[in-house]
């Protein structure tokens, strides 16, 4: 299963933002992932179309499960 830590944040613009982390280290430390997500917001490194990242909105742990099948020709 491939699970994915996703930052959620808001933009200047007020449009939502995400930035994924692959296989994050669990469990997931809450204060520290805040923290990172201040830091981003603080360096200003990330811009996208909707502007600059201005307010962490949350994070979230997603897991994936894949199955794949051979199709024969």
């Known amino acids: 299963m491939a699970k994915t830590l996703e930052l959620q944040f808001r ?10 982390v692959d296989a994050p280290i669990e ?3 809450e204060e520290q992932v805040k923290q990172v997500m201040d830091g981003i917001i603080t360096a200003n490194v990330f811009q ?8 962490a909105e949350g994070a979230r742990l997603v897991e994936r499960n894949v199955t794949e099948f ?4």
Request: aromatic residues 0%; charged residues 20%.
């Open 48 to 55: 996208g179309n909707s502007g600059a990242l201005v307010t």
């Open 11 to 20: 933009t200047v613009m007020g449009k939502p933002a995400k930035i994924s």
């Open 70 to 73: 051979e199709l024969e020709a």
């Open 27 to 29: 469990p997931i430390d």
